[in-house]
């Protein structure tokens, strides 16, 4: 018996190097994805979105600018240039395009995800306004307005605007209060649902898209200071970027209650703003509010 597992073993060794020798180089090696990912110079982030394979998006504060990387090596480049007066705060990729909410601007815009080239710019509110996040559903992206009780619904057909976009007046439970309000949100998968988290008073809405009527969902989390927000199936992790944390909830299947079931944290968090995700991999974009100057990035988020 020794010598047959013997044979065995070196049998099994000799088709293992030749599998080696065959192989690519590194193939048997990936290089880790990097623990952080830097952003160029007074970038000042805000905004972050995956896209298809390891793509990850960043936008700026500073210039309306927007950065596409690789979560794998952690190298990127311009890809939107900035320009006068524009800003690039929540954003997310669909179907090839890049939705991006343009902050006091009252503007959105749609970007090729792929090459950058502008699609379309919207002027959503002419009024006081913080246009903050996007989300993305089968037939339509929804932003927020931190400084009006409203949504913009921007049509779409096969996953390009096809229209002007339309204003939903938030009602129901809605509070809008002073400074931030609206601010991160996400769509049921079916888009059926929307969830907006108040940043003020920390309190999650489950909004009806077709009318605007919003009902507080039952939770016992805090989510002050709540900014973006990722549905992944039953699970909505919530960004409360001063206290540097993400709160994990799990919604129930009608998106009226939630369960706090965690808090993450890591020792990179410099004021994170927004969440994307690479499979089970959870990615923040530090906005360094109120920070002394210093380098903005991208951080793998412990534990996720």
Same mark, same amino acid.
């Given at each position: 018996m020794? &010598?047959?597992?013997?044979?065995?073993? /070196?049998?099994?060794?000799?088709v293992?190097?030749?599998?080696?020798?065959? $192989?690519? /180089?590194?193939?048997?090696?990936?290089?880790?994805?990097?623990?952080?990912?830097?952003?160029p110079?007074?970038?000042?982030?805000e905004?972050i979105?995956?896209?298809?394979?390891?793509?990850?998006?960043?936008?700026?504060?500073?210039?309306?600018a927007v950065?596409?990387?690789?979560?794998?090596?952690g190298l990127?480049?311009?890809l939107v240039?900035g320009g006068a007066?524009?800003?690039a705060?929540g &954003?997310?990729?669909?179907?090839?395009?890049?939705?991006?909410?343009?902050?006091?601007?009252? =503007?959105?815009? %749609?970007?090729?995800?792929?090459?950058?080239a502008?699609?379309?710019?919207? =002027?959503?509110?002419?009024? *006081?306004?913080?246009?903050n996040? %996007?989300?993305?559903?089968?037939?339509?992206?929804?932003?927020?307005?931190s400084? =009006?009780?409203?949504?913009y619904? &921007? *049509?779409?057909?096969?996953g390009?605007?096809?229209?002007?976009p339309e204003?939903?007046?938030?009602?129901g439970d809605w509070?809008?209060?002073p400074?931030?309000?609206?601010?991160?949100?996400?769509?049921?998968p079916?888009?059926?649902?929307?969830?907006?988290v108040?940043?003020?008073?920390g309190?999650l809405y489950?909004v009806?898209? $077709?009318t605007?009527?919003?009902?507080?969902?039952a939770?016992?989390?805090? &989510?002050? $200071?709540g900014?973006?927000?990722?549905?992944?199936? *039953?699970?909505l992790?919530?960004?409360?970027?001063?206290?540097?944390?993400?709160?994990?909830?799990?919604?129930?299947?009608?998106?009226?209650?939630?369960t706090?079931?965690?808090?993450l944290?890591?020792?990179?968090?410099?004021?994170?703003?927004?969440? $994307?995700s690479?499979?089970?991999?959870?990615?923040?974009?530090?906005?360094?509010?109120g920070?002394? *100057?210093?380098?903005?990035?991208?951080?793998k %988020?412990?534990?996720?």
């Amino acid at each position: 018996m020794r &010598l047959t597992r013997k044979v065995l073993t /070196t049998s099994l060794g000799l088709v293992m190097a030749g599998a080696m020798a065959l $192989a690519p /180089t590194g193939a048997l090696a990936a290089e880790p994805f990097p623990e952080l990912i830097p952003l160029p110079d007074n970038w000042q982030a805000e905004g972050i979105a995956s896209g298809t394979g390891t793509t990850v998006y960043s936008g700026s504060l500073a210039s309306g600018a927007v950065w596409k990387g690789d979560l794998r090596t952690g190298l990127g480049s311009v890809l939107v240039p900035g320009g006068a007066g524009r800003v690039a705060v929540g &954003l997310k990729e669909s179907g090839g395009l890049l939705f991006v909410a343009g902050g006091p601007t009252g =503007q959105a815009y %749609v970007f090729d995800a792929a090459t950058g080239a502008e699609v379309a710019t919207y =002027q959503l509110s002419t009024d *006081p306004s913080f246009i903050n996040d %996007v989300t993305v559903t089968r037939d339509a992206a929804y932003f927020t307005n931190s400084s =009006q009780a409203e949504l913009y619904r &921007l *049509p779409l057909r096969n996953g390009a605007p096809a229209g002007a976009p339309e204003t939903i007046p938030l009602t129901g439970d809605w509070q809008q209060l002073p400074g931030f309000s609206a601010n991160g949100i996400e769509a049921s998968p079916d888009g059926s649902v929307l969830l907006v988290v108040n940043s003020t008073n920390g309190l999650l809405y489950r909004v009806d898209p $077709a009318t605007g009527v919003a009902t507080t969902v039952a939770t016992a989390a805090s &989510l002050t $200071a709540g900014d973006g927000i990722l549905l992944r199936g *039953p699970i909505l992790y919530v960004v409360r970027n001063q206290l540097n944390e993400v709160v994990v909830l799990r919604m129930s299947p009608d998106y009226a209650s939630a369960t706090p079931t965690g808090v993450l944290t890591d020792p990179d968090f410099a004021v994170p703003t927004t969440i $994307a995700s690479f499979g089970t991999t959870l990615y923040a974009v530090n906005a360094r509010f109120g920070l002394p *100057p210093g380098p903005f990035d991208i951080v793998k %988020v412990d534990g996720s």
